[in-house]
């Protein structure tokens, strides 16, 4: 036990003195402008504070969506797997640390082994823990041995190696924890953008329901006039079509809402036999999201958080590939006791200890460490360039949304104004045709433009929703750097 407590005392010591190798991490500095280019001279009328709520997707105010989003969290098999990627990094670290301390082991034996050899006399065990019991000349012997040791074994780290191992390893925790915070972002949004999408569908669909039944009495009133002999019959064929592609038309936003239904059902972890969206009346409108400084943004997003930390471990690297150049020490210390009698195991004179120190140096390895370290430093630039790239790809995605938010906004007015004119000129046009100024063509002209300027403005509407996700998304939902594990 002495040498065990010896040992620890001079590893201790040694710990004092022990010294990093490897580059100190420094965050790779990125080009970050002082303000978005789209945003200037935007300012959002009612601001809200989306971009710093976790469960931002209530700002759309929809109590369906915001019971799938909450179903993302438990049953996402994608973040169930991310979720667990976390786990096995967080434990890594815990087994790198494990290294900091001694291994020690406890073992026992015991035997007993005879001989029908003839001897001389007799022998008893002292330190070395065996003893041989001889009986009279002419009788066989035994021999009994019985012995229990303490023993540790140490490799203390003298130029940093585990600690290296250590902060690579936490970077790497990090990282993973970061992988997780932005898969639940990105199914949030893709629930989200296909909740708009169906939503969208059951507004097209009431459209074209609406549609149908106009055609429907259109081509009915084209059939009166054909038998008092007012049009001809290609009025009554062009009803006819313009019926039928309308129904056709109508029964196809039927697969799509399908589609849509079942790829919400999958992201939140259900079969889509299981899960059903009752249609609804088009209720979303679009938010203004304010726009952050761009230096923020280095903070909130995960995958640049993810991306940074993974340089941290590339950096952390070089400093365990460099640790192979130095010798390594390895203590050993072990006690325990012996004796050729069970009885007297534990007595004093059956105590023994040893205490060693062994040290090693690579003399020769043709080169190895040398590409070891030369591929530890490419490997931590090639993470640099892939965070600056994170960064430069993020400010690209905010621009981007921005650009849509103002435009769109900007553009609905027009539709809206579009929309109302076609409108009127279907109205128009009907009782030009009802008084027989104009043949049915003309009608179908106008109803194409009138359906055409209805959708377009509601697929407007439904890409300014879009693209009010895809902003918050790109500023990192609600997310922060300061979520990530310390430990």
Not at 304 to 317: D, P, Q
Not at 433 to 457: F, H, I, P
Request: aromatic share 6%; with cysteine; proline share 4%.
């Amino acid at each position: 036990m002495k040498g065990v407590l010896l040992v620890s005392a001079l590893g201790a010591t040694v710990t004092v003195a022990a010294c990093e190798v490897g580059p100190s991490y420094r965050r790779p500095a990125t080009p970050t402008p002082t303000a978005f280019k789209e945003a200037e001279g935007w300012a959002p009328a009612n601001p809200s504070d989306a971009a710093d709520r976790a469960d931002w997707w209530t700002i759309l105010a929809d109590p369906v969506l915001n019971d799938l989003e909450q179903r993302v969290e438990v049953s996402n098999q994608n973040l169930a797997a991310a979720e667990a990627a976390y786990r096995v990094a967080h434990a890594t670290v815990a087994e790198q640390r494990a290294a900091f301390f001694p291994t020690v082991s406890l073992n026992g034996s015991a035997s007993v082994s005879g001989s029908g050899r003839s001897g001389s006399g007799g022998t008893g065990g002292g330190g070395s823990g065996t003893g041989t019991v001889t009986p009279p000349s002419g009788r066989g012997g035994t021999t009994q041995s019985y012995r229990l040791e303490l023993g540790a074994t140490w490799e203390p780290d003298l130029w940093g190696r585990v600690r290296r191992t250590i902060e690579q390893a936490k970077a790497n925790a990090q990282a993973s924890a970061a992988d997780l915070a932005g898969a639940r972002l990105s199914a949030q949004t893709e629930v989200a953008a296909d909740y708009i999408g169906l939503r969208q569908l059951d507004e097209q669909k009431r459209i074209l329901d609406a549609t149908v039944d106009a055609d429907a009495r259109s081509l009915t009133v084209t059939q009166n006039k054909y038998a008092a002999g007012t049009v001809s019959r290609g009025d009554v064929r062009q009803a006819e079509t313009q019926l039928d592609n309308a129904k056709a038309d109508d029964t196809d936003l039927v697969q799509q809402r399908a589609r849509l239904e079942h790829a919400i059902a999958i992201l939140t972890g259900r079969p889509p036999a299981e899960v059903s969206i009752a249609p609804a009346s088009w209720t979303l409108r679009p938010v203004d999201i304010p726009a952050t400084l761009p230096s923020t943004l280095l903070e909130r997003r995960p995958d640049i958080a993810a991306s940074e930390r993974r340089a941290a471990a590339a950096s952390a690297n070089i400093g365990v590939q460099t640790s192979a150049y130095f010798p390594t020490l390895d203590l050993s210390g072990a006690g325990g006791v012996a004796s050729s009698n069970i009885g007297r195991l534990f007595s004093a004179s059956s105590t023994l200890w040893t205490l060693g120190a062994t040290a090693a140096e690579t003399v020769f390895d043709a080169g190895a460490r040398h590409a070891r370290v030369a591929e530890a430093r490419a490997s931590f630039d090639e993470a640099v360039a892939n965070y600056r790239q994170s960064v430069l790809s993020a400010f690209g995605q905010v621009e981007d949304n921005l650009a849509a938010q103002r435009v769109l906004a900007a553009e609905q007015a027009d539709r809206q104004a579009a929309y109302a004119s076609a409108a009127d000129a279907l109205r128009i046009t009907l009782n030009q045709y009802r008084a027989g100024t104009v043949d049915y063509t003309a009608v179908v002209v106008a109803q194409n433009a009138a359906l055409s300027a209805r959708r377009t403005e509601l697929g407007l509407e439904a890409s300014r929703l879009t693209t009010t996700v895809d902003l918050i998304a790109a500023l990192g939902g609600g997310w922060r750097e300061g979520e990530l594990p310390k430990s």
